[in-house]
């Protein structure tokens, strides 16, 4: 039998107790980094959302020289639809509605399928729950109503139904 010197087992402890360490420490980074790539995520999420509201507020209806702000232009608009389809496809008021519709949509997809931590994922559910609520709701019906009755806008018509459904998921 060979005898083995004390100083060799003592090397094999501290070599096993660093593997050890270091697993222990690449498990608390790897925590670490997931939590900091959900802030990213959220803050990311978070900042889309206020261009959404900022876009919101900006958006407006021109018809000859009048300007109209959304809760004018959606019952202008309903007009122009009623009177003339294709001229209301062609407003870029439709256009724009559309554009912030389904950023809006998709911004609600990726949430839900973000990493973000469920109390920012709850917080961003209600901040999205009540702008549509306060926002777009009455809006957005009337809209793809009109579009289902003309048969016109397949897209624009989509586009609201899709967000229709985003804020079903969001509200279970």
Known sequence: MVAVPTYTI???????????????????LTKQLAITQAQQDFNILMDIFKQIKKDYDSLFFTTGNREYKVKLAVARS???????????????????FRYLVRVFSLLIEKMLAS??????????????????ATKLELYVGNLAKICAEKKIAVAFKNAMNKLIDNIGVLKK
């Open 10 to 28: 003592l090397i094999y402890k501290s070599f096993f107790a660093q593997i050890e360490a270091n697993k222990i420490q690449r498990e608390s």
């Open 78 to 96: 309903k007009r122009v639809f009623k009177d003339d389809p294709d001229k209301a496809k062609k407003q870029s008021f439709m256009n724009d």
């Open 115 to 132: 990493n973000v931590s469920k109390q920012d994922k709850d917080l961003m559910t209600n901040l999205f729950l009540l702008f549509y």
